[in-house]
């Protein structure tokens, strides 16, 4: 079964500081791996993506996540956060049950404070 | 706007009534979704329907009743729920096998 894991339930960083969040998976083949983050009472949003090919990939807002299998880990980074930034970040891995299913399984997410 | 509409934003209910969440997606995919985001814990898939026909139902208890009568409309029919089932209520749709999701902005359902 897939599975992931958000082991920061609550981050606070300063404005302009970098940031990275952390996340590992669990998933039986090469997983298709997301960051998604919603505001309050909003629905989520797509930060980037990872399929295949490049293991550093870019996202919308300066976010780039770096795809390391030997850590089965799928870190989301910014090299300097904005107030604008605060949310709660969700890290999700894809895959199929098997046929032409296609479901996302998310980890708990991380509460990010930016301070002024 | 991600081109999943959610309606309503927001429902109080009590626990006798009956209510439907509804959902609409303009972006030509073939699958939706519905998963429940409750306090403190992860987003729960509950449904998936693929071309209309339903192909998941993760262990959800019966008073929730999801429809879907084509590619781009996806309900959620509420009877007799509980308190506990208060939360927000999020629809997305994706194109099977291209991985990415789109999200509705939820509906905050709210049983008393």
């Known amino acids: 079964a897939q599975s992931v894991t958000q082991p920061d339930i609550h981050i606070t960083v300063s404005e302009g500081a970098s940031l990275e969040l952390r996340c590992n998976y669990s998933y039986g083949a090469t997983p298709y791996l997301f960051w998604y983050v919603q505001s309050p009472g909003q629905g989520l949003q797509l930060l980037l993506k990872?399929?295949?090919?490049?293991?550093l990939v870019q996202g919308i807002k300066g976010f780039e996540a770096e795809f390391k299998r030997s850590q089965s880990s799928f870190n989301l980074r910014k090299p300097s956060v904005h107030w604008s930034d605060a949310a709660e970040y969700f890290c999700a891995v894809g895959g199929g049950s098997g046929g032409s299913n296609y479901k996302l399984t998310f980890g708990k997410g991380t509460l990010l404070t930016v301070n002024p | 706007e991600t081109g999943v509409t959610q309606t309503p934003r927001h429902l109080v209910m009590g626990m006798t009534n009956k209510k439907s969440l509804k959902c609409e997606q303009h972006?030509?995919?073939?699958?939706m979704y519905w998963y429940k985001q409750s306090a403190k814990k992860p987003l729960e898939l509950m449904f998936v329907y693929n071309f209309k026909e339903q192909t998941e139902n993760n262990s959800v208890p019966s008073r929730f009743s999801p429809e879907c009568p084509n590619s781009s409309h996806l309900f959620l029919h509420l009877h007799t729920l509980q308190p506990e089932d208060s939360a927000l209520y999020l629809c997305a749709s994706s194109q099977e096998g291209r991985g990415q999701a789109f999200f509705g902005q939820g509906t905050r359902l709210t049983v008393v």
């Open positions: 972006l030509g995919h073939n699958a």
């Open positions: 990872y399929f295949s090919g490049d293991t």
